[in-house]
């Protein structure tokens, strides 16, 4: 037997469906939304909407799709408070201080590793956050890695294959290579959707991430790119050849890379979104990503967390919402579309019936629309305006992952 959920008097509904409302965000005012078990079944004007099992009043205030963050490294043990506070008196990041993260990793039990993620997907949760990506990649053995993925798909949405994290202090980076293309990537790939590496001065060059690239495509696995994170780099246009489904950081990008990541998007099909991530940009005194330009050139633009004891220890979406309004100048429609449906399509979660590699079918997340999880997140406020126009405050009124409400 079916349960439908009523949620009505809603102030601002923030679709992402164009042909429901106004806008990127499809916005209508004085609507309803009808949840049927795990899904949407009904979205539009309040006066219209049929009843319900269970009625919610949304007492005018804002209803959003949930956050997706597609790109998280939340499998770890430790922190690096030492690392961040040199990092404020003036020292710059660098790839290395990974390694930290990776023996802290390797000496943690399972049921500490798990505990540990378990906490930083509820604080995620709790700040409206939905949907989730989170990458291995601070295990870097062949045990370590799968042990990560194994903890991973049992908690969160998406796991992706970082094991081309930074080449581990104890190995030769030829036959780490090897390695993480070869008999790591197998022994992991039954655990995740998508493989991902860090291309970057200190981790590893082109030739080197194009076969990982390769590597991950010979076996059917989405890939994306850390690029462009420290400084202009090979990143961006190694990831459109590929067609990498993201890449994530682009810090710093030359008009080349930006006409590469709209080109990607000509003609219909998924193109590379340009995952940007304020946080980390503020965290590591790093430029922020040109996010404005990216869109300017009709690039998917996604925003996320980056959530990760190094460069990003944070899940707030809202924080990397507002300071992606307040200082890279996107509206706010803009980014909050970025943080939602942008993070669905670097996920390939923005479709029905998309069947990840393993052969299972996605939900499609990041809208409020018929058939779509229904994923929602109230604010205590009228508009998502508030989000970036109240920096800071704790807005998140209420959550509902899979119309089970959780907040
Ligand atoms: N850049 C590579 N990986 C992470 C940082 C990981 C770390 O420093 O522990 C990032 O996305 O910023
Ligand atoms: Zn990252």
């Known amino acids: 037997m079916t349960h439908t959920q009523l949620i009505d008097n809603i102030g601002e509904l ?22 049927e078990d795990n899904r949407i079944a009904w979205v539009g004007p309040a006066s219209q909407a049929p009843a319900a099992d269970e009625r919610f009043d949304a007492a005018g ?4 799709p949930g956050w997706v963050d597609s790109h998280t490294h939340l499998v770890f043990a430790g922190d690096r408070t030492a690392e961040f506070e040199a990092r404020m008196a003036g020292e710059s990041y660098a790839a290395g201080g990974i390694n930290v993260t990776v023996a802290a990793t390797r000496a943690a039990s399972d049921e500490a590793l798990a505990a540990n993620l378990d906490r930083l997907v509820t604080e995620a ?7 989730l990506e989170t990458k291995t990649g601070y295990g870097l053995t062949v045990a370590d890695e799968v042990r990560s993925a194994q903890i991973a798909c049992q908690i969160v949405d998406a796991v992706t294959f970082l094991g081309a994290h930074v080449v581990p202090a104890e190995a030769d980076p030829v036959d780490y290579l090897a390695l993480v293309t070869g008999p790591m990537l197998d022994a992991v790939a039954p655990y995740v959707t998508a493989v991902d590496v860090f291309c970057e001065a200190g981790a590893f060059d082109r030739a080197a991430s194009a076969r990982v690239l ?45 006409a590469a990541l709209a080109d990607s998007w000509r003609g219909g099909g998924h193109g ?18 040109p996010a404005r330009q990216l869109l300017d050139a009709g690039v998917t633009v996604a925003i996320a967390s980056n959530g990760n004891p190094g460069t990003s220890y944070t899940s707030s979406m809202a924080f990397c919402v507002a300071t992606a309004v307040l200082q890279m100048r996107l ?10 449906r942008g993070g669905a399509i670097a996920l390939g979660m923005h479709e029905d019936g998309w069947l990840d590699p393993r052969g299972i079918a996605q939900p499609r997340v990041g809208v409020i ?33 899979a119309g089970t409400r959780i907040v």
Do not use: K
């Not at 979104?273 to 946080?279: C, D, G, Q």
């Open 331 to 340: 509206t706010i429609q803009e980014a909050v579309h970025a943080a939602t």
């Open 214 to 258: 390769e590597a991950a495509g010979a076996r059917g696995l989405a890939t994306r790119v850390h690029g462009n994170q420290l400084g202009h780099g090979p990143g961006v246009q190694l990831a459109v050849e590929h067609g990498a489904l993201s890449v994530d950081h682009v810090g710093f990008l030359d008009d080349a890379d930006v």
């Open 125 to 131: 949760r709790h700040g409206g956050t939905t949907t």
């Open 272 to 289: 590379t979104v340009a995952t940007v991530l304020p946080a980390c940009d503020l965290s590591t005194r790093m430029p922020l990503a």
């Open 14 to 35: 923030t679709t992402n469906d164009p042909s429901l409302g106004a806008g990127i965000g499809g916005r209508i005012s004085g609507a309803a939304v009808v949840i």
């Open 61 to 64: 205030r804002a209803l959003l």
């Open 369 to 401: 629309a018929e058939g779509a999880r229904a994923d929602l997140h109230l604010l205590d406020a009228p508009a998502a305006t508030h989000l970036a126009y109240r920096p800071g405050m704790p807005l998140t009124a209420a959550v509902w992952r």
